[in-house]
């Protein structure tokens, strides 16, 4: 039983993050994760405008899409600079937005680290900004949205 306990503990060691190639560029199934949780709670949200009485048009959601995911990725980024390797980005700054290694001669390697902690911070910010800009009541606007993310969530990569 110990070895089933062992065998069944060591499974992500053995996985690839890699769902394929193309040409020199990695595409991981974190990517393709965040790509479908993006979508489906796009699409519901979508779903919730045509089908209750919700007065957001498409175009307002379309375009605060845009800057959600901007807000989210940015976010996350800097989130997991800040919380989990300030240091090595203090003596390496270019890799905070740069995918290629330039120490190693050049290569692209992605860029790989993002926090849900920074990732939700720049959500709030980018939502309350889009909403004074556009003159749109923001408690609404994430009440549209709360409901989706809790699916969204079982998308996310862990």
């Given amino acids: 039983m110990k070895e089933l306990f062992s065998w069944w503990s060591h499974i992500p060691e053995h996985i690839s993050p890699i769902a394929f190639n193309i040409g020199p560029v990695e595409v991981h199934y974190y990517g393709l994760m ?8 796009y699409l519901l949200v979508l779903s919730r405008i045509k089908n209750e009485r919700i007065k957001f048009s498409k175009e307002v959601i379309d375009n605060y899409f845009l800057w959600l995911i901007t807000a989210l990725l940015i976010g996350g980024r800097v ?36 926090s849900y902690h920074g990732a939700l911070v720049g959500i709030i910010a ?20 709360v409901s989706a993310v809790p699916f969204c969530y079982t998308l996310e990569p862990a």
């Avoid at 556009?134 to 606007?141: D, I, R, T």
Wanted: with cysteine.
């Fill in 126 to 145: 980018a939502s309350v900004i889009y909403c004074r800009k556009f003159k749109l009541n923001f408690w609404a606007l994430t009440d549209l949205l």
């Fill in 34 to 41: 965040y790509s479908a949780a993006f979508a489906t709670v």
């Fill in 79 to 114: 989130g997991y600079v800040l919380f989990y390797n300030l240091s090595y980005y203090l003596k390496h700054p270019l890799e905070i937005i740069f995918p290629f290694d330039i120490n190693n001669g050049f290569r692209y390697i992605g860029l790989c680290g993002m």
